[in-house]
């Protein structure tokens, strides 16, 4: 189990750092040369690998491969509604939430014995 917490808690600081490298020079570098963004977000991409490879190497140990996939894009999902809702300033809308549903019957289905 701790091998599968401490996975958990490096996805999710790797998948905070990939969605500020993914999605934050939308809102912070729009009106500048698009090349600047992706030298930043390439600078904010190699510290989020530095937690992203070390939590695919523990979890492997005791997950499989879908498993792990499924629960990075659980947390990718975690991480971003409140980024889109707090630093975006987006609003929420069903969708999102039949979406999340969708994930976590995704997280059921591959956790299941």
């Known amino acids: 189990m701790k091998t599968i917490a401490i996975t958990i808690l490096l996805l999710t600081i790797s998948n905070c750092l990939m969605t500020f490298a993914w999605y934050g020079h939308l809102k912070n570098m729009n009106h500048k040369f ?7 977000s390439w600078g ?5 690998y530095l937690f992203q490879v ?4 523990f979890g ?3 997950l499989s491969l879908p498993q ?3 629960l990075q894009e659980a947390i990718a ?7 889109l809702l707090i630093y975006m300033k987006q609003p929420l809308n069903w969708n ?3 979406a999340g549903m969708c994930i976590i019957g995704a997280v059921f289905f591959v956790f299941r014995n």
């Open 96 to 98: 999102y939430l039949w």
């Open 77 to 83: 999902l975690v991480v971003f509604v409140p980024f």
């Open 68 to 70: 792990l996939k499924i």
């Open 34 to 40: 698009w090349l600047l963004a992706v030298l930043v």
């Open 60 to 62: 492997a140990t005791q």
């Open 54 to 57: 070390p939590a695919n190497r």
């Open 44 to 48: 904010i991409a190699f510290f989020e």
